[in-house]
């Protein structure tokens, strides 16, 4: 065991996979010399070498797509989106060919590659390096999707989906990037991509949330108990495909349901995970099933940021109004 | 034979052509020599005639209402026979989607092709050939995969080239640019093939691009790059085999332009006589490819074409069996929709599976 | 009044915004001589000119970010995307500019365009050219999206939408350009972005769906009808924003609320009405609200489409379902 | 002056590079004249110290945790005063994110650059510059912008020019490929200033691109381009000036490769030491653009080096009470993230604020 921060259970998690299997190579912008702007591949081309650890041209279109083509021959890409705000110009390679070459090919060719991208708010950026875009995956079949909130899950979720034989969207909740530390095995091991885990087990009310919301939310569950409110959290690790056993024995018992994403609303991660609680457990909810989110808008710059992020009391807020509903 | 010299002698932007042969199949390059054997050669006029009357019946299986949207090759064969002939079994072929002579020398068989288009995935699975892309729709946007799979080739040291192909109308996407550059920035082995026909479905070559020609676009990477007359079988030939060669010795992109001409419509659902001349359709039938492979097998005493008619008929039977094979092949089932998004079908697909299941049988025990 | 199918109701209505304003201009894939692969621009460049109605070169992003700096500079673009599946390519443009340059300029440029998209399956085309991509707009702050699913409605959103002075994604349900004839005024009328419409009153259930859809849960309802079930179906036209005020007055009606929409289920359309539902009406409802969506797979090739498409027969099970439970 | 014949002497296929001063300043062009009146040389190199100047200082405003992340322009300058003195008001400005000096010339207050640094939206609004769009933060993609107010000049019938802004590592997105194709192809008049500065954050030219220079891409779209020292202020302002009558009146585009050196780190967060080497710096210190013109102009008897330092202290002041007002901004309200998505607040919108201000109110009340 060792201690570490999100960054660097990352790190740790490719420097395994890349010792481990020689198919397995990692490129992006920046990702070789200068070891990533958030430092996740650092010293990951020294040891590994410029063959396996390198940098791409400024494309994100051409990082995709090239990886699709060396996963088609049989290799392991794990490639890095710089921000979250720039993988749209990927879309199209995302969307119409790393999630279906499977399905178009019946099997013939699979496509495990892993996208690495470094996500959400809160870090006092500019345009385009706060953004939230998970929904855009959750909703492109032939995808898993999986958030890490910790350090242990971080590599565990890591070396799954570099193991995946599928494609797999990894987002890296940048803002606790190094907030968290953690004992972390530095042998391998895994976490079962679709499986949620109960962060926190209460009686009154469920929160579902997943990254950087969780330790937020946390901090509502103090405020929380205080007030004699006792909160169970489930963070879903991966959300797309989300783990409905968890979600549904949950809300069998607390009868409530507050979903926390930083997403934008219209048509985010929160309204899937209602739509689940009302397939699920209709009949077990006591309160109309609720969504703290994202505004629809833009996330504001630094300044005005602080509207947008979900703060612990706001969290907290919501809960109580569910509880005494 | 191409060689570094012609390279040299064929700039792009001199505007310069290679061609072997003029229009009535006389070959005009002084001590030109093939690097065909002369049943070689005559293969490939048969492939050539093969592709042909397999995309004729395609198309006649389509009005019949037996096949879907079917986007017709006529006019372009040399381009792809030529690209089977070099093609090897170790070499990945990532196709467009009108390169029909070149897929079925990969090993693909017709009636994969037509149970493709009959609306099916397993027409995209390729039994006997393994290294070859399925069809790709979105325009250019198969060349990064080609670059990716080019990379492969030379991370694992495999000595095999990748052919990726891309119409006129494909220059113009971005990812066309980021394949050329990512190509030459990481040193791979891939020929682009870009077959200029003219047009991208109603949209002539003048109304996409300003450039003088499209090999020339390879500059703006370093790339190697040659303009050939892609009706002409011998250039076409020479110019491949050449850029094979080039690619895996200097593990660098090579970019080829064929200038050729879409004969038929765009697809199927495709009228061409409203965006294009008849004078102009004219002009590039006497170009046609096939009959100047003809003339030049002819005037080598190589082939006699009384024989091709029986030869054809042969060939119909075949084609018709392939697509009696395809029309004969199993339905569709429930679980070919959801089986293979994943290796392993996740809970939720099987949830949704299990439940539309549960709706067909309810529906059949009310039948 | 003149009888028209969709394509001709928005050819006359592409025409009319031609004549009467000149910054309106049209352009894209084969829409100048060949007059669109669905012939919807016929006509069009030899009446107003080649410099207002032309074709682009192949490249969907540079369709969409040039629009933009039309926009921006006063003239209203309306452009179009050959099909669903190719507006991917313009992605980045979509998400990271056109809805936002007013955001980011605080209003000083406002980006009036509108993205023309075919889109839907049930036409036994090749792939790509049968998605529903319509919740990554939907997801995306800073659009308008609407949806016609009838020529009427089909002219008056597009006027609409060409003189809304925000970016408008209009998306055209292929699959019933030509099967639905009506009549429609010549002159020039709007109908309002962002007001649903109760296409059908019903007691026992509301059903909510637009585009395509719409044709087939009128199918239903005639199903539903011999069995004495009365369905008021609500067809939302406008897709973002929702019109929350029809879908809560008519589920406190019904009590029970059924969503069709062709698009995958992850993170779907359905998911963002269903929340809706619960946060509008939570007390009024009787059953859990239900959606009936494409699957999370990609949308089959021709031969297999008939298990994805969702059939009156499937979508009346689901009403019979609800309304006995 | 850059004149058509200067432009056939320098044609990017040859990798000439248009340079008129040595790194000492001295003309080395044989019956070289400027299109600039003494007054405009020695104000252009007034506006270099100037925005070196503000620069520093926007640094130093970051250091103090005063601002967010800023991208320096240490050594780019004199592409920036040149494009300043050429772009005329009725011209379109599309930056990307490192233009300073430009975007002073074309009206923008130095306080609103602040302020859209420290992070408000209202930074953006360039109040005296009607005809500059604002920093574009996804690479490239501005291009496509700066084509279509093209089409609308043109469209319009109005004589303006646009000029749009990228970087080398800008060259590899599709959209600079996208945008370039479609300048051609629409004729219109567009003027690409490509600012070379070796660096895309870490990633250097050789791993961007494998062109021997970035003004010959133009060749693959027959877009007029040269290359020119960008370090060079009169090189600069010759060939911009002559690209903005050439696209004028050619209605044409035009791509200038500026050769130049980003001295700073590419972001306030970041250490260029471990990417580059000292070596390295100091050759491109040494070419520096405000010394190069400081020494021209000193040639000319225009400038006398001791007036530097009163200068620049005047000009501490006034940036430092520009700062002043951006820190003075009034602060950010609920109502600035919701009011400017669209033209008229939707109602689902004003229910999304509402309900915050609602939890605002509880929260005041409960305090
Ligand atoms: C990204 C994308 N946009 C649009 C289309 C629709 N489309 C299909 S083929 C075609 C024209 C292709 O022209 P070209 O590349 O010259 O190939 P050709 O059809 O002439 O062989 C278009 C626009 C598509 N398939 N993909
Ligand atoms: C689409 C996109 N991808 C990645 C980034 C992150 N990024 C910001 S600046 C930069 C390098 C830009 O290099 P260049 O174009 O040479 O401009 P320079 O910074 O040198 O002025 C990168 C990769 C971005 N802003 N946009
Ligand atoms: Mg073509
Ligand atoms: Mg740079």
């Not at chain 1, 040891?47 to 088609?72: N, Y």
């Not at chain 2, 397999?54 to 037996?66: H, L, V």
């Not at chain 2, 370093?222 to 050449?242: K, Y």
Request: glycine share 8%.
């Amino acid at each position: 065991m060792k201690v570490m921060n999100m960054v660097q259970a990352i790190t740790d998690g490719l420097d395994l996979m890349l010792t481990e299997d020689k198919n397995v190579v990692v490129y992006g912008e920046d990702v070789g010399v200068e070891g990533g702007v958030f430092r996740v591949t650092e010293g990951l081309q020294v040891k590994h070498g410029a063959g396996r650890v390198f940098d791409s041209p400024l494309a994100e279109s051409g990082i995709a797509g090239t990886a699709l083509g060396m996963a088609v021959a049989g290799m392991r890409p794990v490639i890095e989106m710089q921000f979250d705000g720039f993988v749209f110009p990927a879309m199209n390679q995302i969307i119409s060919h790393v999630a279906r070459f499977r399905n178009r090919t019946r099997g013939k060719f699979s496509v495990p590659m892993v996208i690495r991208i470094p996500y959400g708010g809160g870090i006092n950026a500019l345009e385009h390096h706060s953004e939230s875009p998970e929904a855009y995956f959750g909703h492109t079949p032939g995808l898993k999707v999986v958030i890490p909130s910790t350090p242990y899950d971080a590599k565990g979720l890591l070396i799954a989906a570099i193991e995946d034989p599928d494609p797999v969207i990894y987002l890296e909740p940048k803002r606790i990037y190094r907030a968290i530390k953690q004992e972390v095995p530095e042998e391998k091991y895994s976490i079962e991509i679709g499986k949620a885990k109960v962060v926190n087990y209460g009686e009154h009310i469920t929160v579902v949330a997943y990254g950087a919301m969780i330790r937020e939310v946390q901090k509502a569950i103090v405020l929380a108990k205080e007030k004699g409110i006792s909160v169970e959290l489930i963070d879903l690790r991966t959300i797309w495909p989300i783990d409905r056993d968890t979600i549904r024995e949950s809300l069998r018992k607390t009868g409530r349901l507050l979903v926390v994403t930083e997403a934008p609303q219209s048509y985010g991660p929160a309204a899937e995970i209602i739509s689940i609680a009302t397939e699920e457990a209709f009949l077990s909810l006591e309160a109309p099933p609720t969504r703290l989110t994202g505004f629809d808008t833009v996330i504001p710059l630094p300044l005005g940021e602080k509207y947008y992020m979900l703060t612990p009391p706001r969290i907290f807020h919501e809960i109580e109004k569910l509880v005494r509903y | 034979m191409f060689d570094l010299q012609t390279l040299d002698k064929y700039k792009p932007i001199d505007d310069k052509m290679y061609q072997v042969m003029d229009k009535d199949g006389k070959v005009i390059i002084k001590n030109w020599k093939t690097g065909l054997s002369e049943d070689d050669l005559v293969q490939a006029y048969k492939d050539l005639l093969f592709e042909r009357t397999a995309d004729q019946m395609a198309i006649s299986y389509q009005r019949q209402g037996r096949m879907f949207t079917y986007p017709p090759n006529l006019g372009q064969e040399a381009i792809h026979i030529a690209s089977g002939k070099v093609i090897k079994a170790e070499d990945w072929l990532v196709p467009a989607f009108r390169e029909l002579g070149a897929w079925l020398a990969k090993g693909v068989s017709l009636w994969e092709i037509f149970l493709y288009f009959k609306g099916h995935e397993d027409g995209s699975k390729f039994l006997n050939a393994a290294r070859m892309l399925p069809v790709s729709v979105p325009i250019a946007s198969q060349l990064l995969h080609a670059v990716g799979l080019a990379y492969a080739m030379k991370y694992k040291g495999e000595e095999a080239a990748v052919f990726g192909y891309v119409g006129d109308g494909g220059t113009s996407e971005g990812d066309f640019h980021e394949a050329l550059n990512f190509a030459a920035v990481w040193d791979v082995p891939v020929v682009f093939v870009v077959q200029n026909n003219q047009f991208a479905i109603s949209v002539p070559l003048k109304m996409q691009t300003r450039s003088k020609n499209l090999a020339l676009k390879g500059l703006a990477y370093d790339v190697d790059s040659v303009l050939v007359d892609g009706n002409d079988f011998l250039a076409m030939h020479d110019v491949l085999a050449f850029a094979r060669e080039h690619v895996l010795k200097k593990k660098r992109p090579f970019l080829i332009e064929a200038r050729t001409y879409r004969r038929g419509a765009h697809t199927t659902s495709d009228d061409p006589t409203k965006y294009r001349s008849k004078e102009e359709e004219e002009h590039w039938a006497e170009l046609d490819p096939a009959a100047r492979l003809q003339s030049y097998l002819v005037s080598k005493k190589l082939w006699d074409p009384k024989d091709e008619e029986a030869l054809i008929a042969g060939y119909k039977k075949f084609i018709d069996s392939e697509f009696d094979k395809a029309e004969a092949y199993p339905d569709y089932k429930l679980e070919d929709v959801f089986g293979f998004m994943y290796q392993e079908m996740p809970v939720e697909l099987k949830r949704q599976m299990n439940n539309y299941q549960n709706f067909m049988n309810l529906e059949g025990a009310q039948k």
